[in-house]
Nanobody
Framework: HVQLVESGGGSVQAGGSLRLACVASGDTVTRMRMGWFRQAPGKTREGIACFYAGGSGPYFVDSVKGRFTASQDNAKNTLYLQMNSLTPEDSAMYYC?????????????????WGQGTQVTVS
């Protein structure tokens, strides 16, 4: 059983930065497909960044390319999302996801495990 715990969300001004972390237990992050997703009110959940099992990646949705980076730390078994140049359109609940078989890694249905989410609000 894989458990995921996100942290690092908060409220920031437009143009600011946040670093989200997802601490995993039950398996090693680089052994799993790992992804960051977000969901704003009234919108569907969208994939933001992801790695395939084995560590290939990261891959990003077009809207965050050049602004967000993602990394994995095996020693801490943690997935990170560094978010820069934030805009109000980035406001959402951000979720970490793990595992999954098949499909692109930015597809939410491809994942088996999800964290509780961390809220990001950009004003």
């Amino acid at each position: 059983h894989v458990q995921l715990v996100e942290s690092g969300g908060g409220s920031v001004q437009a143009g600011g930065s946040l670093r989200l972390a997802c601490v995993a237990s039950g398996d090693t992050v680089t052994r799993m497909r790992m992804g960051w997703f977000r969901q704003a009110p009234g919108k569907t959940r969208e994939g933001i960044a992801c790695f395939y099992a084995g560590g290939s990646g990261p891959y990003f949705v077009d809207s965050v390319k050049g602004r967000f980076t993602a990394s994995q730390d095996n020693a801490k078994n943690t997935l990170y999302l560094q978010m820069n140049s934030l805009t109000p359109e980035d406001s959402a609940m951000y979720y970490c996801a793990a595992e999954g078989i098949g499909g692109g890694c930015l597809i939410s249905q491809a994942y088996n495990y999800w964290g509780q989410g961390t809220q990001v609000t950009v004003s």
